[in-house]
């Protein structure tokens, strides 16, 4: 079974603070992606990677970054959160143009 | 723009069926997806359509008509594990992905 984990569940912090959001995906999955999920808004995407170092920003980069170092690994950051940031953030991956297999999602909070 | 449609909330009895409908206009086609998504867990991937016609899988099947822009997951023989949130989305390119903000069904006893 393809496991994707994310490195927190719940999460906490405080207006201006740099946050790492880590996500890892154990079957070699070409591509990688970051959503947020708000209620009454859906997934919306925000950056995602086809390939090590590689990165594309999807409907709403702004305010984060990524980094994809390793084939295994996309990490998105967060570079000053700020409240409107606070939001359920997903993690997915795909072997290609089919389905996305999901990580359990980490609620952040921004305060 | 690009658009997604599905009902909000849908309500079903256990042992029934039931049709959640997924309008979409789109830049692109490169296939639509159907996923559940249970309160407070990921979703998972439930069906994929990328040609005219009917999908079966089990109690679950997904219909697609590209020249309407239209898709419908059928739930049959509902189970009260069934409710759950149902997403629609669709690939218009290749790696992009656009999600409609899915139908919340509650199956009642």
């Known amino acids: 079974d393809v496991k994707v984990t994310q490195s927190s569940r719940y999460l906490v912090k405080r207006t201006g603070e740099k946050v790492f959001l880590e996500c890892v995906q154990d079957?070699?999955?070409?591509?990688m992606f970051w959503y947020r999920q708000d209620p009454g808004l859906g997934l919306r995407l925000i950056y995602f990677?086809?390939?090590?170092?590689?990165?594309e920003k999807g409907d709403i980069p702004e305010g984060y970054s990524v980094s994809r170092e390793k084939k295994e690994r996309f990490s998105l950051i967060l570079e000053s959160a700020s409240t409107n940031q606070t939001s359920m953030y997903l993690c997915?991956?795909?072997?290609?143009?089919?389905?996305?297999?999901f990580g359990p999602g980490t609620r952040l909070t921004v305060l | 723009g690009q658009n997604i449609d599905q009902p909000t909330e849908m309500t079903a009895t256990e042992g029934a069926i039931v049709q959640i409908n997924c309008t979409y206009q789109?830049?692109?086609?490169?296939?639509l997806f159907w996923y559940q998504q249970h309160a407070g867990e990921a979703p998972t991937f439930l069906s994929y359509?990328?040609?005219?016609g009917l999908e079966e899988k089990g109690r679950f099947s997904s219909f697609l008509s590209r020249s309407k822009g239209y898709s419908y997951l059928l739930l049959k023989e509902l189970q009260m594990k069934d409710s759950a949130s149902y997403l629609c989305?669709?690939?218009?390119?290749?790696?992009?992905?656009?999600f409609g903000t899915g139908t919340r069904l509650k199956v009642l006893a």
């Open positions: 997915a991956s795909s072997p290609g143009g089919n389905e996305q297999f």
């Open positions: 079957m070699d999955h070409e591509n």
């Open positions: 990677s086809y390939d090590v170092k590689m990165k």
């Open positions: 789109t830049s692109g086609f490169n296939g």
């Open positions: 359509n990328v040609l005219d």
């Open positions: 989305a669709v690939s218009p390119g290749t790696y992009k992905y656009i």
